[in-house]
Structures are given as structure tokens and as C-alpha cells.
């Protein structure tokens, strides 16, 4: 009897146990609790941190992250307002707000997600559709990112979501459209090179003829005053030597004759036939260049007197 009433007694503390541990559920910083009473919402948010009650088996809990979460958005094609392809890979950052609706619209995040993906490729759409291409990959990308984030948001509230942010990670032509484009743009700077070069070779030329005909010009003015220097240099010295005759007419014969002398027997291969009855030989007869013999102290002119 005792050995019964001991295991019935057993029984209960395990029974009791399990109910316990059913009735306790533990809700994380990073989640909120939505409390189910056979399917039907009981307490409808629980955020805050700790250990919550619940009715066993009746009772049945679902757990929604309160984080911020991302959704990548497939690459797609976008033709702009100018007719321009362009590859638009977006992404968003969402929240889910009202766990209620989130769990009654979506079920789950994977299901919210998929759903959230395609409003947010329609939004993309819609908004890039009616930019230019300079607008979207140049002049206007955080306004068009705001429109975009607006209107997926303005869809995603029916979800229980709050989308936060929509960023276009990359807006670009295609492949071939961009190797198009750069060989047009290598194209164009081989002949803005060409043309450079070309202009800069006629520069060249231009400068080199200016400075050729300076050169000409310069030459001309040196050789021209060199020209009027020698000229008044000899007109120096022919005066000089004017004036020199004019002193002693004598000496001056004399040594023009001693210059005659030193160019006209230099050491050479020419030979010169004269008589020594020259007058070029006059000074070899006697000093003075005459027949005459002066007197010491004075030149034949001074005797005569």
C-alpha cells in the first residue's frame, strides 16, 4: 500500500513538473513573445526580457525578432525616362513593429521577406523608371532612394513592418553597353590626343620659325654694328696714321717699308724676281732710302737746309 501511494505520489511531482516546464517560457532582448490560446492571439506583444507564464498545452508562444533586419533585392534591369538599360541592385533594412500583423499577414521572416522583396522591386521600378540616367547614377540618388524608401514603406505597414532604408548599391549599364561606351570614350580621347599633338606640333614649328628668324635678325644687327665698328676703328687708325705722316713723313715711309719687308719675305714657297736697283730695295742701298748720304743728326730735308 505504501509502495503505491509512493508512486502515485511520484507520478504526480512528474506531472507537476512538466507542467511547470510547460508554463514557462523565456523571452530574449533580441525577440518579442506573441502568446497563442489555441491559435487565437491571448497577450499580444510581450518585449520585455525575462521569464513569462503560459498555460500548458492550451497555451503556445511565438517569437518575432525585433531587430533590424536586411533584404537583398535581386539585380534587375531598369530602363530610365531617357530609354538607357541600366543594372540596379538595391537592398533595405526593415523592422518588424507589430508582431500581431506580421504573424497574421506573413506567418513568418522568410515569407515577409520574399513578399517585402517585391515591393520593393516594383517601388525600384516605378521610381528609377521615371529618372534620367544622369539622375540615377549621377545627380539624384539620395532623393530617389527616399522615394523609394516612402513607398515601400507606405506597402510594408500592412505587414507589420517598418522599412527603415533603401540603398542602391550599384546603378550601372550592361556589360556591353559599358564596353560600348568605353570604346567610344577611348575613341574620343585618342582624337582630343591626336589633335592636342597636332596643335602642338604647329606651336612648335610656330615658335621654332620666330626663333629662327629672331636668330636671323640678331645676326643681322651684330654683323651690322660689327660692320660700323671695324669701319670706325679703321677710320680711327687711318686717321691716326695721317696724322703720324704728317709728324715724320720719313719714319712713316720707313716703316711702311719695314712692314713690306716682313710680309713680302716671310718664310714661303714664293719666290720673287726683282732687280736690287728696286726702289723696293731702297732702304738696303742706304738708311735713309735716297742716293743721297744725310749728314748725322738729321734727315736729308734738314741738311738741305
Same mark, same amino acid.
Given at each position: 500500500?505504501?509502495?503505491?501511494?509512493?508512486?502515485?505520489?511520484?507520478?504526480l511531482?512528474?506531472?507537476?513538473?512538466?507542467?511547470?516546464?510547460?508554463?514557462?517560457?523565456?523571452?530574449y532582448?533580441?525577440?518579442?513573445?506573441?502568446?497563442?490560446?489555441f491559435?487565437?492571439?491571448?497577450?499580444?506583444?510581450?518585449n520585455?526580457?525575462g521569464?513569462?507564464?503560459?498555460?500548458?498545452?492550451a497555451?503556445?508562444?511565438i517569437?518575432?525578432?525585433n531587430?533590424?533586419?536586411?533584404l537583398?533585392?535581386?539585380?534587375?534591369?531598369?530602363?530610365a525616362s531617357d530609354?538607357?538599360?541600366?543594372?540596379?541592385?538595391?537592398?533595405a533594412?526593415?523592422r518588424i513593429t507589430?508582431p500581431?500583423?506580421?504573424?497574421?499577414?506573413a506567418?513568418s521572416?522568410?515569407?515577409?521577406s520574399s513578399?517585402?522583396?517585391?515591393?520593393?522591386?516594383s !517601388?525600384?521600378r516605378?521610381?528609377?523608371g521615371?529618372?534620367?540616367f544622369f539622375?540615377?547614377?549621377?545627380?539624384?540618388?539620395p532623393?530617389?532612394?527616399t522615394q523609394?524608401?516612402?513607398?515601400?514603406?507606405?506597402?510594408?505597414q500592412?505587414?507589420?513592418?517598418?522599412?527603415?532604408d533603401?540603398?542602391?548599391?550599384? !546603378?550601372?549599364?550592361p556589360?556591353?553597353?559599358?564596353? !560600348?561606351?568605353f570604346?567610344?570614350?577611348q575613341?574620343?580621347?585618342?582624337?582630343?590626343a591626336?589633335?592636342i599633338?597636332?596643335e602642338g606640333?604647329?606651336?612648335?614649328?610656330r615658335?621654332? !620659325?620666330r626663333a629662327?628668324?629672331d636668330?636671323?635678325?640678331i645676326v643681322a644687327d651684330?654683323?651690322?654694328?660689327?660692320e660700323?665698328?671695324?669701319?670706325?676703328?679703321?677710320?680711327?687708325r687711318s686717321?691716326i696714321f695721317?696724322e703720324?705722316?704728317?709728324?715724320d713723313?720719313?719714319f712713316f715711309?720707313?716703316?711702311?717699308?719695314?712692314?713690306?719687308?716682313?710680309d713680302?719675305?716671310?718664310n714661303?714657297?714664293?719666290?720673287?724676281?726683282?732687280?736690287p736697283?728696286?726702289?723696293f730695295?731702297?732702304?738696303f742701298?742706304?738708311?735713309?732710302?735716297?742716293?743721297?748720304?744725310?749728314g748725322?743728326?738729321?734727315?736729308p730735308?734738314?741738311?738741305?737746309?
Open positions: 500500500m505504501r509502495r503505491s501511494l509512493f508512486g502515485g505520489v511520484l507520478v511531482i512528474v506531472i507537476a513538473l512538466i507542467a511547470l516546464w510547460g508554463s514557462v517560457f523565456t523571452v532582448q533580441t525577440e518579442n513573445a506573441l502568446v497563442l490560446r491559435g487565437e492571439p491571448q497577450r499580444v506583444i510581450i520585455d526580457p521569464l513569462h507564464w503560459k498555460l500548458p498545452i497555451d503556445s508562444v517569437f518575432v525578432d531587430r533590424i533586419l536586411d537583398d533585392s535581386p539585380v534587375q534591369e531598369v530602363i530609354q538607357k538599360r541600366l543594372v540596379v541592385d538595391a537592398f533594412r526593415y507589430d500581431l500583423r506580421f504573424y497574421q499577414s506567418g521572416i522568410s515569407q515577409a513578399r517585402l522583396a517585391t515591393v520593393l522591386n !517601388a525600384v516605378r521610381v528609377l521615371d529618372a534620367t539622375a540615377v547614377v549621377r545627380d539624384d540618388r532623393e530617389l532612394m523609394i524608401t516612402q513607398q515601400v514603406n507606405r506597402e510594408a500592412s505587414f507589420g513592418i517598418t522599412v527603415i533603401v540603398r542602391i548599391r550599384r !546603378a550601372d549599364l556589360q556591353a553597353n559599358s564596353e !560600348a561606351i570604346r567610344r570614350m575613341t574620343e580621347r585618342e582624337q582630343e591626336s589633335q599633338r597636332a606640333a604647329e606651336e612648335a614649328r615658335i621654332r !620659325a629662327d628668324r636668330a636671323i635678325v651684330a654683323n651690322r654694328e660689327s660700323q665698328i671695324r669701319g670706325e676703328g679703321d677710320a680711327e686717321s695721317a703720324a705722316y704728317t709728324q713723313p720719313d715711309a720707313f716703316y711702311r717699308s719695314m712692314q713690306a719687308y716682313d713680302a719675305l716671310a714661303g714657297d714664293t719666290r720673287l724676281l726683282l732687280s736697283n728696286s726702289d730695295f731702297r732702304y742701298g742706304t738708311p735713309f732710302g735716297s742716293e743721297q748720304q744725310p748725322i743728326g738729321g734727315s730735308a734738314a741738311q738741305a737746309e
